[in-house]
């Protein structure tokens, strides 16, 4: 009895450690790109649930919607860092940060303006609409399929880096950026690439997430906690801290449920509080915390 | 510095402005605003303490605000304490919580800064949330002030009084060896170091100030506006003590005490929109009244972008070009 709800409290953290890890990813990659913690990616996610709920709607398919809500938001991310970050390029990071900390309420309200403080309700696409069980184990199949969508998007993420052209030059420009600019590399044009692609992926997590939790105008606020918390726990910059964060963050809130209950979110960010005593720019952070 | 005794310009306004409050014949409404500027005031001068002075972005200042507000009708109610010993208790509370805080924040810097207190702010948001039979949960507790406190002229009053002290407190605070060591060490803290200051305590102990008096302006705000819940933890509470310090220019003392009262006075105003019935280019005036966060978000972000030391800019940039002017009449007459 016991260990089938230890399993399903697994693979629930899993499923959500999916969402935190496609949410962080995104935010880690635009932070080791341009060293700003992007603050406008909670409702970037939030608009990726909207546009997708808004794309179930008109043309009835889940999965064109989780192909065309991430492009739209890599344009609004795009327009994010044009009046942003570029401007601010050569103030202080932290003064870039607070600039996106303005656009974020900016662009929340917008929402609360055109789609009003309800929440929307999207369905769950046909193919994974039902549960499956192993025994006296069951498990909602969109759960796994959440999972394995997050590894994919990891594999391809880590591929592109590691393996392609494209991949290259973002490691180059993110590593030197100046020393990118004197090989030629148009190092502008890559890190709003990194920049769009990193809202992509938010948009990405908030259309996956939008059929488990509903569509709301706060679930950027309320992501945005947790996945600042995950990229700085894990080692700004660090994509493989990123998802051993998250892991650990969202293991340590499902399992801890069993454990202490209701207070389980308190467990999780003490254990949190408790990385940043040992490493304090993350686990695999860089020494000197810029 | 001829002379010491003089009290600096922005007391003398600010003393001006509670004689007025005092004689002045004003509504019940003027008053209850002019009690939020003047609590505001006092946040958002000890948010500058770590913002302006150390030059760090603490995320989670709405924490001290909070635990000061939660204070007074918690100790209320646990120990019974009179009025007076709740300020003072959620001063307490709040120094408890920074040195908390101190220790685990103890060596970040910069984005790490502002994360960490970000998140280690939203553990009592959490708990507060949680915990119902404490905290009241999401519906929150009904805070009362003493009668002889009531009427919300009385309040105000009160108020001036306490935030005035806590504020000349700060100027001390702010302008003694102690502040200056603080403000070498924004500027370069590796110097600091090598000179010999223990930087780390020197940050710690500015935290701590700057989150006891944040405290004192939350337990004077629960009593205030007769109610505390948990939205006065959450981190957008924290983002708006930031706003107020920008726009008001965190490079000046007096900054954020402008900053406070643009604020309360814009949100004001524009929230009254909400009773309007025009239209303009088809959007309902009154629609917008309810988006007052678009527009503050519009004017912080123009601000950074544009005028980064904030409304204190503003006013140094009009008495360079006023000076400037009276300069060359003076040539040409």
């Known amino acids: 009895m016991t260990w089938i709800s230890l399993a399903n409290q697994l693979i ?49 398919s889940f999965w064109l919607a989780l192909l065309i809500a991430p492009l739209l938001v890599a344009l609004i991310g795009m327009l994010v860092e044009h009046i942003s970050i570029r401007p601010l390029a050569d103030r202080p990071h932290l003064i870039q ?9 900016v662009i929340e ?34 759960r796994l399929f959440l999972i394995v969508a997050a590894l994919m998007v990891c594999l391809a993420i880590g591929t592109l880096l590691a393996k392609t052209q494209v991949g290259a030059l973002i490691r180059a420009t993110s590593e030197d950026p100046e020393m990118a600019a004197l090989l030629r590399v148009n190092t502008r044009a890559v890190s709003t690439t990194v920049f769009a692609g990193g809202s992509a992926l938010a948009a990405l ?31 700004l910059g660090s994509l493989r801290g990123t998802v051993l964060a998250a892991i650990i963050l969202s293991q340590a809130s499902s399992l801890g449920l069993l454990a202490v209950g209701k207070y389980s979110d308190v467990l999780t960010i003490c254990i949190m509080a408790a990385v940043f005593l040992v490493w304090p720019t993350g686990i695999f952070g860089r020494t000197e915390g810029r | 510095m001829n002379n010491r005794l003089r009290p600096p310009l922005w007391l003398s306004a600010w003393l001006m402005f509670g004689v007025a409050l005092a004689f002045a014949p004003i509504s019940p409404y003027t008053a209850t605003l002019a009690t939020e500027v003047i609590i505001l005031t006092l946040w958002a001068v000890s948010y500058n303490l770590v913002y302006g002075y150390m030059g760090e972005i603490s995320f989670g200042h709405a924490a001290f605000f909070g635990v000061g507000a939660f204070g007074v009708p918690l100790l209320a ?23 908390l805080v101190s220790v685990i924040i103890r ?34 507790l ?28 700060l100027h001390r605070i702010v302008n003694s060896p102690a502040g200056r060591v603080v403000q070498a060490i924004h500027q370069n803290e590796r110097r600091a170091r090598q000179i010999g200051y223990n930087t780390d305590a020197y940050r710690a102990l500015t935290f701590i100030l700057s989150g006891a008096f944040s405290g004192l302006a939350g337990a004077l705000y629960s009593p205030f506006i007769q109610f505390v819940s948990p939205d006065l933890l959450f981190w957008t509470f924290s983002g708006q003590v930031i706003i107020m310090t920008i726009i008001g220019g965190s490079g000046a003392f007096y900054g954020p005490v402008l900053g406070a009262a643009v604020f309360v006075i814009l949100r004001d105003f524009i929230s009254s929109w909400s009773a309007s019935s025009a239209v303009i280019g088809g959007v309902a005036l009154a629609k917008l009244g309810e988006h007052w966060p678009l527009f503050m978000g519009m004017i912080f972000f123009l601000i950074i972008v544009f005028e980064p030391a904030g ?3 503003i006013v140094s940039r009009f008495k360079r070009t006023w000076s400037r002017s009276k300069y060359r009449s003076e040539l040409v007459g």
């Open chain 1, 12 to 60: 629930l953290g899993l499923s959500t450690a999916a969402i935190y890890v496609l949410v962080s990813l995104g935010l880690t990659m635009i932070f080791g790109m341009m060293n700003v913690l992007n603050f406008t990616h909670g409702v970037l996610y939030a608009l990726g649930a909207y546009f997708s709920y808004l794309l179930v709607k008109l043309t009835g």
């Open chain 1, 109 to 142: 309200q917008v929402i609360r303006l055109v789609a009003g403080n309800d929440a929307y309700a999207v369905s769950l696409p046909v193919a994974f609409a039902q549960t499956l069980s192993l025994g006296s184990l069951v498990i909602p199949s969109y």
């Open chain 2, 311 to 313: 409304i204190v800019g």
């Open chain 2, 107 to 140: 060596r970040t810097r910069g984005v790490y800064y502002a994360v960490l207190t970000f998140v280690l702010a939203e553990v009592l948001y959490v708990v507060a949330i949680k915990w119902t039979n404490f905290t009241g949960g999401d519906n929150g």
């Open chain 1, 205 to 235: 997590a908030g259309a996956l997430a939008a059929p488990v939790f509903s569509v709301h105008p706060s679930m950027g606020e309320e992501i945005i906690t947790m996945a600042f918390l995950v990229v700085t726990a894990g080692g």
């Open chain 1, 97 to 105: 940060f607070l600039a996106t900390f303005a656009l974020a309420l």
């Open chain 2, 142 to 169: 009904p805070v009362s002030r003493p009668g002889l406190l009531a009427s919300p002229l009385s309040y105000a009053l009160f108020a001036f009084v306490i935030v005035t002290i806590a504020l000349v407190a």
């Open chain 2, 77 to 99: 109610r646990e120990f019974n304490l009179p009025f007076g010993f709740n300020l003072a208790g959620g001063i307490v509370v709040a120094c408890l919580f920074g040195a």
